[in-house]
């Protein structure tokens, strides 16, 4: 690891910490930990992922453990205004029959898979997530990418267990529209 790469990576990762965290200093804690792990343990690195993927997956089970152990100490704050807002945005894409308005229908994405692979397609979908609230985009990650169960979700959030899955909807909701616009039609419609 060079640097240059240990820098850009500590940047991203003390980012995505903060927002799990909430917290700078534990933020920074768990990323320094990962880091020193990572650069202890470079022996460990098969090669079978990218290297930015195994120092994330450091950072992830150290944030797992804090969540954890943060959630059996201290409940976390209550969700803010910027929730209310996203929740007015949400109940705009349907009628009162609860069907999609024509205009803020799923569009087609062609194939996906493909775009797992593109690494701009991933430059996107952080932009999509940083747009999201910020309470939303912590019980989405906390759910999709650190794979807590609902439960551990609830209680690190301090949320009931249908808000949970309510805030999911809006946050998968509110990911697609971004991805519809800036990804897969980019160019058909303007963002």
Same mark, same amino acid.
């Given at each position: 690891?060079?640097?240059?790469?240990?820098?850009?990576?500590?940047?991203?990762?003390?980012?995505?910490?903060?927002?799990?965290?909430?917290?700078?200093?534990?933020?920074? %804690? $768990? &990323?320094? *930990?990962?880091?020193?792990?990572?650069?202890? #343990?470079?022996? *460990?690195?098969?090669?079978?992922?990218?290297?930015?993927?195994?120092?994330? #997956?450091?950072?992830?089970?150290?944030?797992?453990?804090?969540?954890?152990?943060?959630?059996?100490?201290?409940?976390?704050? $209550?969700?803010?205004? %910027?929730?209310?807002?996203?929740?007015?945005?949400? %109940?705009?894409?349907?009628?009162?029959?609860?069907?999609?308005?024509?205009?803020? !229908?799923?569009?087609?994405?062609?194939?996906?898979?493909?775009?797992?692979? *593109?690494?701009?397609?991933?430059? &996107?979908?952080? $932009?999509?997530?940083?747009?999201?609230?910020?309470?939303?985009?912590?019980?989405?990650?906390?759910?999709?990418? +650190?794979?807590? *169960?609902?439960?551990? &979700?609830?209680?690190?959030? #301090?949320?009931?267990?249908?808000?949970?899955? &309510?805030? +999911?909807?809006?946050? !998968?909701?509110?990911? !697609? #529209?971004?991805?519809?616009?800036?990804?897969?039609?980019?160019?058909?419609?303007?963002?």
């Amino acid at each position: 690891m060079d640097n240059a790469f240990v820098e850009q990576v500590r940047r991203d990762m003390l980012a995505f910490a903060q927002l799990q965290l909430r917290d700078a200093a534990l933020a920074e %804690d $768990a &990323v320094q *930990d990962a880091l020193t792990a990572a650069l202890t #343990g470079g022996q *460990d690195f098969a090669g079978r992922s990218a290297l930015k993927t195994w120092v994330f #997956g450091i950072l992830r089970h150290k944030i797992v453990d804090l969540i954890r152990q943060q959630s059996r100490t201290t409940p976390i704050s $209550a969700f803010g205004d %910027d929730e209310d807002s996203m929740d007015q945005a949400f %109940d705009r894409l349907f009628k009162d029959n609860a069907h999609w308005q024509p205009a803020h !229908r799923p569009a087609a994405w062609g194939d996906p898979e493909a775009s797992l692979r *593109d690494k701009h397609f991933w430059a &996107v979908f952080d $932009a999509c997530l940083t747009h999201l609230p910020k309470n939303t985009a912590r019980v989405f990650m906390m759910r999709e990418f +650190l794979e807590l *169960d609902t439960g551990e &979700v609830c209680t690190a959030a #301090g949320i009931s267990t249908s808000n949970c899955h &309510v805030i +999911l909807h809006r946050a !998968r909701s509110a990911l !697609r #529209g971004c991805l519809e616009k800036s990804w897969f039609l980019a160019g058909e419609r303007p963002c």
